[in-house]
């Protein structure tokens, strides 16, 4: 049975995408979603502590949060410009992308440098949802932003590498099945290059021995489902090594372009956030018989704090536009992430300053976003360290570090 | 046989009031243009009837000129195809025309596999006619069915559903093919997923115009004036009171002394 000849699909058109950088049924059907889960839904999880697991289920049955696994494994096949926009509008409604973005990016290990039969096994129930790969287990509690001092070390045991040591600010484990690891397997004292002798592993946290494994809960500012993570022999099997050994560093910058571009997102949907609050504070808030929006002094933050964001915005869509196209675009995601880190946390204050007292009140989700925007200066990367990537990868200065 | 669905593109609900007069009259909407949400009903019956009869769908808009958004929302939702009628064809014309026109559409589409159920939503936000579906009806010369609430069966020919009317509900059967309006009760609209938006933002939806349809509208009536009432002036009264009962006492005084109750 086949439809006449003048309803007829077209064959994908690739520069559809280029041409119609933002999207609006992609934005409308996110927002409908997340309409479901309005500013009480995240006010009482953030007060509780929760898991905001019916909204992550939701996000998960829509495809949403497979959309950047590639479409032979059952995913959504997405651009990255297309992934950004879906963590933009969670976070413009007024909710937390950052509670389940991971499971969005997290698998771009795999798909680039997993083998294939790494991939079957994992990338469809992924895609389905069926399996949650949230986790990544990198910072240190002594290495910090220096990633190349990490201290888990993982050592072969015939077919099994066995892992010791710590992680802490690993956020969402108890909510994930996968963990991505990165752990030495040579000791930095072995190795030529700093950067070498780093491995990835997919570790199963279902049914992991208690003995080998303990997840502590780390109590933060932000409703963030962080942890520390203490491993005491746990045995993984070198089937799980993603990759060659060794190669893990490298591995893991190659995901982080795409990691900063769509946390910059999530920026900007802080930062829209943010300025219609403000905005819409200032219009109706009346003191000394006028609208505290007409005061030059409330007025010129908010639209400096606007500018701002949008200028962020550019990059934004520069560096997801490069990414897309498969062009090298480390610079302009570490200044997009920086830009809209920066242009949201503005935003944030400014709103909380334009809402005076009534800015600290619950009710008004300002406070919490407030604290929510704050993090993206600090993690994945801290915007000190994108200023030093810059000063030295782009400009030419020396290593600072 | 085949399932049509008719859509229309209307302005968001929420941002309808801000519809000034002017852009009414021009067309030119500044309010966020969406599928009109009676219609979601329609399209979620199609998809199902597709589901459960192996049945191919295809949902019909008219509308201005590049005016997709709400075939674009139908087909992420996941009908297979989407016509578009340019709304020129009917030149300004009233509801019959607008029939006229998807009654056209209809007998275009009708050339392969038969179109042998035409779905819509039993109203649209912005229009409130109900009577278009009724128009499509009769100028196609097939039963109608209005406020269905459940379609049963579609066996030997005959279409079974239950319908909705004041105070109750009947069963009803109809001999295909046949014009259903379907009411909200019939099923929960699905949200589009990302691959269906993905899958829907590649289509190139075709595009019907006066010479792809050979009708000469005939409207019998035409806008000669358009008018929006001044916003009611509303009062707030907040009622205070020791107790939950006592509020509630004064509330409901008020409302018998306004008359409510
Ligand atoms: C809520 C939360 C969730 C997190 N989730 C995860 C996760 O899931 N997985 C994970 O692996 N990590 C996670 N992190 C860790 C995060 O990536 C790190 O906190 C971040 O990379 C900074 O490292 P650090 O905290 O050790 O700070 P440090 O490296 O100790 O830096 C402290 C300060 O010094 C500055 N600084 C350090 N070195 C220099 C230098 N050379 N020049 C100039 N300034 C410098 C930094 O900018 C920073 O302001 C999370 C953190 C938080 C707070």
């Given at each position: 049975m086949s439809l006449p000849a003048i309803i007829y699909l077209m064959p994908p058109s690739p520069t559809e995408i280029d041409t119609n950088p933002h999207y609006p049924e992609l934005r409308r059907a996110v927002r409908q979603l997340c309409a479901r889960f309005p500013s009480e839904y995240w006010r009482r999880l953030d007060a509780q502590r929760a898991y905001p697991v019916e909204f992550v289920e939701t996000m998960t049955a829509a495809g949403f949060l497979g959309a950047l696994i590639p479409e032979a494994y059952g995913g959504g096949g997405a651009t990255l410009a297309e992934a950004s926009v879906i963590l933009e509008e969670i976070n413009r409604s007024g909710g937390n992308a950052g509670v389940c973005h991971a499971q969005m990016y997290v698998m771009g290990a795999l798909v680039r440098h997993g083998s294939d039969e790494q991939k079957e096994r994992w990338l469809p129930p992924l895609a389905e949802g069926e399996l949650r790969l949230q986790a990544f287990g990198v910072t240190e509690p002594t290495a910090g932003s220096d990633t190349t001092r990490i201290q888990t070390r993982a050592v072969r045991d015939g077919d099994e590498y066995i892992i010791t040591g710590q992680k802490i600010w690993t956020s969402r484990a108890e909510y994930s099945d996968l963990m991505l690891l990165l752990a030495r397997t040579t000791p930095l004292e072995a190795v030529k290059k700093r950067t070498?002798?780093?491995?990835?592993?997919?570790?199963?946290?279902?049914?992991?021995?208690?003995?080998?494994?303990?997840?502590?809960?780390?109590?933060?500012?932000?409703?963030?489902?962080?942890?520390?993570?203490?491993?005491?022999?746990?045995?993984?099997?070198?089937?799980?090594?993603?990759g060659g050994e060794g190669m893990g560093f490298r591995y893991i910058l190659d995901g982080m372009n795409a990691e900063r571009i769509l946390i910059a997102a999530e920026s900007i949907g802080d930062g829209g956030w943010f300025i219609e609050r403000a905005v819409a504070y200032a219009n109706e808030r009346i003191v000394f018989d006028r609208p505290i929006g007409q005061n030059q002094g409330v007025q010129f933050p908010i639209a400096q704090a606007y500018t701002h964001l949008r200028a962020a915005d550019l990059m934004r869509w520069h560096a997801a536009e490069l990414f897309d196209g498969g062009k090298s675009c480390g610079a302009e995601a570490n200044m997009a992430?920086?830009?809209?880190?920066?242009?949201?946390?503005?935003?944030?204050?400014?709103?909380?300053?334009?809402?005076?007292?009534?800015?600290?009140?619950?009710?008004?989700?300002?406070?919490?976003?407030?604290?929510?925007?704050?993090?993206?200066?600090?993690?994945?990367?801290?915007?000190?360290?994108?200023?030093?990537?810059?000063?030295?990868?782009?400009?030419?200065?020396?290593?600072?570090? | 046989m085949n399932v049509a669905v008719l859509v229309k593109q209307t302005p968001d609900t929420a941002e309808l009031p801000k519809v000034t007069v002017a852009e009414a009259q021009s067309g030119e909407l500044q309010a966020t243009m969406v599928i009109n949400p009676?219609?979601?009903?329609?399209?979620?019956?199609?998809?199902?009837?597709?589901?459960?009869?192996?049945?191919?769908?295809?949902?019909?808009?008219?509308?201005?000129?590049?005016e997709t958004d709400a075939l674009k929302h139908a087909l992420a939702m996941g009908v297979d195809a989407a016509v578009h009628v340019d709304e020129r064809v009917i030149d300004g014309g009233d509801e019959w025309a607008t029939a006229e026109a998807l009654a056209a559409t209809l007998k275009m589409v009708d050339t392969g596999d038969q179109v042998e159920l035409v779905l819509a939503g039993k109203m649209s936000v912005d229009g409130n006619s109900s009577v278009i579906y009724a128009g499509v009806a009769c100028m196609l010369g097939w039963d109608l069915l209005v406020n269905v609430t459940r379609i049963v069966d579609i066996v030997d020919g005959k279409l079974i559903a239950e319908q909705a009317f004041e105070g109750g509900q009947e069963t009803v059967e109809v001999p295909l093919p046949v014009v259903i309006s379907v009411a909200k009760e019939i099923n929960e609209p699905r949200y589009p997923s990302f691959m269906g938006i993905r899958k829907a933002s590649r289509v190139t939806i075709p595009t019907l115009g006066s010479d792809d349809l050979e009708i000469r509208p005939s409207s019998t009536t035409r806008w000669t004036d358009l008018d929006k009432p001044e916003p009611e002036d509303v009062q707030v009264r907040i009622f205070d009171g020791a107790s939950v009962e006592e509020k509630v006492t004064q509330l409901a005084d008020a409302l018998m002394a306004e008359k409510v109750i």
């Open positions: 070498e002798g780093l491995s990835l592993f997919l570790v199963d946290l279902r049914g992991a021995d208690e003995r080998a494994l303990t997840i502590r809960p780390l109590e933060t500012m932000i409703n963030h489902h962080t942890t520390e993570i203490f491993f005491d022999g746990l045995r993984v099997p070198a089937a799980n090594r993603i992430k920086m830009l809209a880190a920066d242009a949201a946390w503005e935003a944030a204050n400014v709103c909380l300053q334009t809402h005076g007292g009534f800015g600290f009140a619950r009710e008004h989700d300002v406070e919490r976003k407030f604290r929510e925007a704050k993090l993206y200066q600090i993690a994945p990367v801290s915007n000190n360290l994108v200023l030093s990537y810059l000063a030295q990868h782009v400009l030419g200065l020396p290593r600072s570090y | 009676w219609d979601e009903f329609a399209v979620e019956e199609a998809i199902d009837l597709s589901d459960r009869f192996g049945c191919e769908t295809v949902a019909i808009s008219m509308g201005r000129e590049g």
